[in-house]
Structure formats: C-alpha cells, structure tokens
C-alpha cells in the first residue's frame, strides 16, 4: 500500500501548484484523504481534507480561500490545488489517508486518525 505525492516544486509568491496524491496497492476511494505540511523545525500541520466522496472539504485556516482539495476516486487520486501562494507556505507536504473506510473527514485532520501516508513532496516559495 502506497501514497504516492507528486507536483512540488519552485514558484514565486503569488504562484500556484497542483499536488498529486496517488494510491496503488490499495484503493482509497471509501476513505477520507487529506494533506498535511511539514516546514523546517516546524510540526506537521493539518492543511486540508476531503471526505470519501468528495462532497465535504475541510480547510486550515491559514489556507482557506487559497487552497482546493479534491479527488478522483476512479484514478484513486486526490489533489491540493494551491493558488496565491505565500512564502510561509513552503513545507514538505504529505498526502494521507483516514485510516479505515468509516472514518469520518475530521480523522485526517490529525495524524493521530491518518492510517497511510504519502512519502512527501516539497514546496518552495520564492520571495
């Protein structure tokens, strides 16, 4: 089972990115799916999450309005569409996935409901 997360890179503040989050060995499409961030000497924090279906999202605050999570459960794929970006906004960002089916969309909003994870993909953020 493996989360893979791709579309990190370089952009100027203002910028935007769309990450990837793909899954094989496994399909996701009954879980909850989030993105989490990582800066240096920082903590990971919650970023955004999305329910099962798609219907329901869920958003930091520090990213509401500029951040859009979505997914396609065919291409067991979900994304982080990140507009306006800011340089406080460079971190590794880490997809992930509730860690049952069931789980409700508030599981991945902390790592302690995350069940899989995404090996990372970094964002940097040019002044």
């Known amino acids: 089972v493996q989360l893979q997360a791709s579309g990190g890179g370089l952009v100027q503040a203002g910028g935007s990115l769309t990450l990837s989050c793909t899954a094989s060995?496994?399909?996701?499409?009954?879980?909850?799916m989030g993105w989490f961030r990582q800066a240096p000497g920082k903590e990971r924090e919650f970023v955004a999450a999305i329910s099962w279906s798609g219907g329901s999202t869920l958003y930091a605050d520090s990213v509401r309005g500029r951040f859009t999570i979505s997914r396609d459960n065919y291409k067991n794929t979900a994304y982080l569409r990140m507009d306006s970006l800011k340089p406080e906004d460079a971190a590794v960002y880490y997809c992930a996935a509730a860690r049952r089916a069931e789980d409700p969309i508030v599981a991945v909003m902390t790592s302690q409901g995350v069940g899989f994870w995404g090996q990372g993909t970094l964002v940097t953020v040019s002044s």
């Open positions: 060995g496994h399909t996701f499409s009954n879980n909850a």
